[in-house]
């Protein structure tokens, strides 16, 4: 059965600042997802790892990801107010003929920029 | 991406009633799922429902209490039945577009008294 683990789970950062959101799993995961969720709104797909190495890069946001260390990161560079969000990541164990899976979540990390 | 919208986008319902939430994407899609979001907290996955076949349940979930239909490739509800105060939750139905891309519903939100 697959876990995920975020940290932290809570982030207070001031602006301009870099800093990183770590996401482990436990087991094998075919593809490690990166979400945004503004209070009271949906989930923003943010970046989608497929491979070991696999880095994407959108704005001041990178995500990474390390399948041998079973390791994401989603790092932040230069942070400004409106990055202030709920950031999930979540694993999927399987593929079938449709696409992927359903999605396990990490606890999500509730970043808060101050200015 | 994809367009979904679900229906009603909140409610507010008694104990012991059901309530059936609709899902409606833009195109065809092969897989759908349906998430609960408890208040404060992460998703976690309900059910698998694919067309032409019974959804999928994960642990903890079970069909009576969450009855889902698909009948055709860009349609699904999710019924809680029986409803208690610990159903209150965001409700997400969400599909895959490709063979990786998953995109989230605006979700239901939902209340019980």
């Not at chain 1, 209070?39 to 990178?62: D, I, T, W, Y």
């Not at chain 2, 092969?30 to 979001?37: K, L, P």
Request: glycine letters at 8%; aromatic letters at 10%.
């Amino acid at each position: 059965e697959l876990k995920v683990e975020q940290n932290p789970l809570f982030l207070s950062m001031q602006e301009g600042k870099n800093y990183t959101i770590y996401c482990n799993y436990s087991t094998t995961s075919d593809r490690l997802y990166w979400y945004r969720q503004d209070p009271g709104k949906s989930l923003e797909s943010l970046f989608v790892l497929l491979s070991n190495g696999a880095v994407k890069q959108e704005g001041r946001l990178m995500a990474s990801l390390d399948t041998k260390a079973r390791l994401s990161t989603l790092h932040i560079t230069a942070a400004v107010h409106d990055l202030s969000a709920t950031y999930f990541c979540a694993g999927s164990q399987g593929y079938s003929g449709g696409g992927a899976d359903g999605l396990t979540f990490g606890k999500g990390t509730h970043l808060i920029i101050q200015p | 991406s994809a367009v979904i919208s679900q229906k009603p986008s909140r409610d507010i319902c008694q104990r012991g009633t059901s309530l059936t939430i609709q899902c409606q994407v833009d195109s065809q899609v092969t897989m759908m799922f349906w998430y609960r979001q408890q208040p404060g907290q992460s998703l976690t996955l309900i059910a698998t429902a694919n067309q032409g076949s019974e959804a999928t349940y994960e642990s903890g979930f079970v069909i009576d209490k969450f009855p889902i239909s698909r009948p055709n490739l860009t349609f699904s509800t999710l019924t809680v039945s029986n409803m208690s105060p610990e159903d209150s939750s965001i409700y997400l139905c969400s599909v895959t577009r490709g063979d990786y891309e998953q995109y989230f519903g605006p979700g239901t939100r939902l209340t019980v008294t």
